[in-house]
């Protein structure tokens, strides 16, 4: 089952600058708590709770909520989340609050992506044989779509020869018991779709 693409509407707060021409509807990343490193860390309920306040149009603290919505994020634990939505108070802009692990316009959460590459590079497992363990199975990506996650990561030729190594070292890391943390994010099997796609800058 395919997933749908980002449309030019995305935006993030990170690349904004004030007087920037902003889309109508613009996305914002819940950050990530300081626990998140814990196994029993939930990212889809935390992201749930959190409204962000500061608009990064006009600056101000004068975000509010603007209701609730249901989004596909599919992965071992999860299958609909509820985000939140948000609108400004002064410049009218509205904005879609996702957590971390579940991009926009995606159907599968970074954890299942995750998944997926461990058993696909590194238990050498067929693509029809890497999709992840989903909450709900009727879900189940085909291999066409674990390709694709992938070559997100690497387009390399001959194909994926930067992650392939990569990946093999990353496992030495974590049997080592070597700790990698980026912000609040630290390198584990479960999030290792979303460092790579940090870290290690694939796409020739």
């Not at 007087?19 to 996305?27: D, K, M, N, R, V």
């Not at 093999?168 to 779709?193: N, V, Y």
Request: glycine letters at 4%; one cysteine or more; a positive charge.
């Amino acid at each position: 089952m395919g997933e749908g693409k980002p449309s030019s509407e995305r935006t993030s707060s990170q690349d904004s600058v004030p007087g920037e021409s902003f889309p109508c509807s613009t996305i914002l990343f819940i950050p990530l708590r300081v626990d998140s490193c814990n196994p029993a860390f939930d990212w889809a309920a935390d992201g749930k709770e959190q409204i962000l306040r500061r608009c990064p149009k006009c600056l101000c603290d004068s975000i509010i909520g603007h209701g609730r919505r249901r989004k596909q994020a599919h992965d071992e634990n999860h299958d609909w989340i509820e985000i939140h939505r948000g609108t400004c108070s002064l410049c009218h802009l509205t904005f879609t609050f996702l957590p971390v692990f579940s991009l926009p316009y995606t159907h599968y959460s970074l954890m299942a992506r995750s998944q997926a590459l461990r058993q696909y590079f590194l238990e050498h497992r067929s693509l029809e044989n890497a999709a992840p363990s989903l909450k709900n199975p009727d879900r189940t990506p085909d291999p066409s779509t674990l390709r694709r996650w992938f070559r997100s990561l690497d387009s390399s030729q001959p194909a994926f020869s930067f992650l392939r190594p990569m990946l093999r070292a990353i496992a030495d890391w974590l049997a080592r018991g070597e700790q990698i943390q980026c912000g609040l994010l630290c390198l584990s099997w479960p999030t290792l779709f979303p460092f790579l796609q940090i870290f290690w800058p694939l796409r020739l």
